[in-house]
Nanobody, 127 residues
Framework: QVQLIESGGGLVQAGGSLRLSCAASGRSFSNYGMGWFRQAAGNEREFVATINWRSDSTYYADSVKGRFAISKDNAKNTVYLQMNSLKPEDTAVYYC????????????????????WGQGTQVTVSS
């Protein structure tokens, strides 16, 4: 009923850039925030970035601060992730997520704070 459609993944050389997009569609819902998680092969899913739909507050994992930037388009229910200065360790499947939890910012880093998930898009950074 609610779908998150991702795009923008691909193969890039170290030091390059990619821009991911994720648009929510289908049944209407009260969107309080959207974010990005990633999972490298053999690793646990980890938080990357999130943006509060009402306050515009943003939060980033330490590993991507200064390199990644999250932004949004409220009218389109779309979130973006601009990734610059990419490193091989950024290689992972990237998942977007959305939440109906008004207070999700209290635990924005936890996947359990989000209700809807995209199918994932592969980002591969070569050295």
């Amino acid at each position: 009923q609610v779908q998150l459609i991702e795009s923008g993944g691909g193969l890039v050389q170290a030091g390059g850039s990619l821009r991911l997009s994720c648009a929510a569609s289908g049944r209407s819902f009260s969107n309080y925030g959207m974010g990005w998680f990633r999972q490298a092969a053999g690793n646990e899913r980890e938080f990357v970035a999130t943006i509060n739909w009402r306050s515009d507050s943003t939060y980033y994992a330490d590993s991507v601060k200064g390199r990644f930037a999250i932004s949004k388009d409220n009218a389109k229910n779309t979130v973006y992730l601009q990734m610059n200065s990419l490193k091989p360790e950024d290689t992972a499947v990237y998942y977007c997520a959305a939440t109906t939890n008004r207070y999700y910012s209290l635990s924005y880093y936890s996947g359990r704070s989000y209700d809807y998930w995209g199918q994932g898009t592969q980002v591969t950074v070569s050295s």
